[in-house]
């Protein structure tokens, strides 16, 4: 009857030899972490601001009367742009990960 009254002291030796065989399974099969994404800096592309050439409005008015005026800047505007090959990326888009 002594054997069944008490079982949990006749497991506490099986779980001192146990023990630490699970802990050791547990720890060898923990993941390992992925590795770090290459550095990028956000100011790779940067460009500082440069102010325009300042033209002289008579000059200015001289050169839209010689291209054709007005109206040569309405047709330019009718006509669909062709997308810049060497057009930059978003910089708001979502990249993908390699």
């Given at each position: 009857m002594?054997?069944?009254s008490?079982?949990?002291a006749?497991?506490?030796?099986?779980?001192?030899l146990?023990l630490p065989?699970w802990a050791?399974?547990?720890?060898?099969?923990?993941?390992?972490?992925?590795?770090p994404?290459?550095f990028r800096?956000?100011?790779?592309?940067?460009?500082?601001?440069?102010?325009?050439k300042?033209?002289p409005?008579?000059?200015a008015?001289?050169n839209v009367?010689?291209?054709?005026?007005?109206?040569?800047?309405?047709?330019?505007?009718?006509?669909?742009?062709?997308?810049?090959?060497?057009?930059?990326?978003?910089?708001?888009?979502?990249q993908a990960?390699?």
């Amino acid at each position: 009857m002594r054997f069944i009254s008490n079982p949990p002291a006749r497991l506490a030796p099986l779980l001192v030899l146990v023990l630490p065989l699970w802990a050791g399974v547990a720890h060898a099969q923990a993941p390992t972490p992925p590795a770090p994404a290459a550095f990028r800096s956000a100011l790779e592309g940067y460009q500082p601001y440069t102010d325009e050439k300042i033209v002289p409005w008579k000059e200015a008015n001289d050169n839209v009367g010689r291209i054709g005026g007005w109206r040569e800047y309405a047709k330019a505007a009718r006509q669909p742009q062709a997308p810049d090959a060497a057009a930059k990326p978003d910089p708001r888009a979502v990249q993908a990960k390699p």
